[in-house]
């Protein structure tokens, strides 16, 4: 596809800037394995350089998203501490570190004719990102996007504007001490609403766009954009426990995947408890949940069972918290649960706790989402424990990639064939 002509004469424009990060697309694609992993060590030593900086930016964008009432789910999605932000430049360097998959070979063979194929991976080659109130997304982006050889052009969104500033503008200083063309990282956040625009019809621009944050938000890029997009669904994640699960494992897996962090989207939502355990299982998983100040609402076996519980409406079944409550349901029998699942999962997240191996195994089979697990929290689903590095998104499509995307997923394939000389008859 030809590269649409710029005809605004402005000096900078949403358009403008994607133009650039194609053009720099180019040389990233040309860089060996070793300049990328220069690029991104100088990336995490010039974060952990910045530290006070990158705080104190980030500490104007929490005071205005508490005076603007954004919530305590996003405002913890904004927190920059110094612990999080080594925790920023630790990751690019588990990204460098990472085996660069631009030049993989997938396959091939040689042709009745004698010419030989090879599918190999190359890099997309922009990759764009529309997100809400994550500032830790601006660099794993980027990470991700350069160490599979591609540029980046990031839209963060208003609630994190301060903090993302910063950090682009210590990436690409980085990027220019390394040599190499820091036009590869944008952000069109300057250009607020149209920014977003920009990337969501910057055909010929951006080869690729994954948005990241509320329903509404990637509702929104889906149906608005004119360029491919990997859907990264909302997380209505469910755990169902059966009569066979240890009390333990049911308490800390739950617990765990509720509490260690409510404000994501690998956060456990709806518990499904099986009719013969639940007497054992609900007063015990319950009043955990409660003990760590999260609220249940149950349906009226439940609520018979636990005190202090909000009477569950349909709405429950269907909500992604993001905070310390849960919705809790009895049900007849496994059958039950997958059809439950079937009709209100997003296809993020699902687990189920047994030590019955044919219900376990039933569930890894039936389910279809994006991870299905087995006696694990869901709160590894996540690109840095899969050993990503970092995750681009988890996606809950089925097409291009599912699950947490690292670098692989940030190419695609093109076929090389050599011949000699051969033509078709």
């Not at 900078?12 to 690029?39: P, V």
């Not at 630790?90 to 990472?98: E, G, K, N, Q, T």
Request: overall charge negative; glycine content about 8%; hydrophobic content about 45%.
């Amino acid at each position: 596809m030809s590269i649409p002509t710029v005809v605004d004469s402005s000096p900078d424009t949403a358009q403008h800037r994607l133009a650039r990060a194609k053009e720099a697309s180019r040389s990233i694609a040309r860089l060996t394995s070793g300049e990328k992993e220069q690029a991104l060590e100088a990336i995490a030593t010039a974060i952990e350089e910045n530290i006070e900086r990158i705080v104190t930016a980030n500490a104007l964008d929490i005071a205005h998203g508490r005076e603007n009432g954004i919530g305590d789910a996003l405002i913890d999605r904004l927190r920059l501490d110094e612990l999080r932000v080594r925790a920023l430049a630790s990751a690019v360097r588990d990204v460098a570190a990472l085996p660069d998959p631009v030049g993989q070979v997938l396959g091939g063979h040689r042709m009745p004719n004698g010419v030989a194929l090879e599918q190999v991976r190359v890099p997309f080659g922009v990759v764009g990102a529309i997100y809400e109130a994550r500032p830790n997304v601006t660099v794993d982006i980027a990470a991700l996007a350069l160490r599979a050889g591609n540029a980046a052009v990031l839209r963060g969104g208003s609630a994190a504007r301060e903090s993302n500033t910063v950090l682009v503008e210590i990436m690409r200083a980085a990027l220019n001490s390394a040599g190499i063309d820091p036009e590869a990282i944008q952000t069109v956040d300057d250009f607020g609403r149209e920014g977003a625009r920009a990337l969501m019809h910057g055909r010929g621009y951006i080869d690729v766009l994954v948005p990241r944050g509320s329903a509404a938000l990637i509702e929104t890029v889906v149906t608005e954009s004119t360029v491919p997009v990997i859907e990264t669904g909302a997380g209505v994640v469910h755990i169902v426990l059966d009569e066979s699960a240890p009390v333990e494992w049911a308490r800390d897996i739950v617990v765990n995947a509720k509490v260690q962090r409510p404000s994501v989207c690998n956060a456990v939502e709806t518990v499904l408890v099986l009719r013969q355990a639940a007497p054992l299982l609900v007063p015990v998983v319950a009043s955990a949940l409660q003990s760590e100040g999260v609220a249940v609402h149950g349906d009226d076996m439940v609520a018979g069972l636990v005190s202090n519980v909000i009477p569950a409406t349909e709405e429950d079944w269907s909500t992604e918290y993001l905070s310390l409550d849960i919705a809790m349901k009895v049900v007849d029998t496994l059958d039950d649960a997958l059809a439950h699942i079937r009709r209100y999962s997003t296809g993020h997240t699902e687990s189920i706790v047994t030590t019955d191996s044919r219900n376990a195994e039933r569930f890894l089979a039936e389910v279809d989402s994006a991870v299905v697990m087995a006696n694990a929290s869901t709160r590894f689903t996540d690109g840095a424990e899969f050993g990503f590095g970092a995750e681009v998104g988890i996606s809950t499509q089925k097409l291009h990639t599912r699950g947490p995307m690292g670098v692989s997923e940030l190419t695609s394939t093109k076929w090389l064939a050599r011949g000699s000389g051969q033509t078709r008859g």
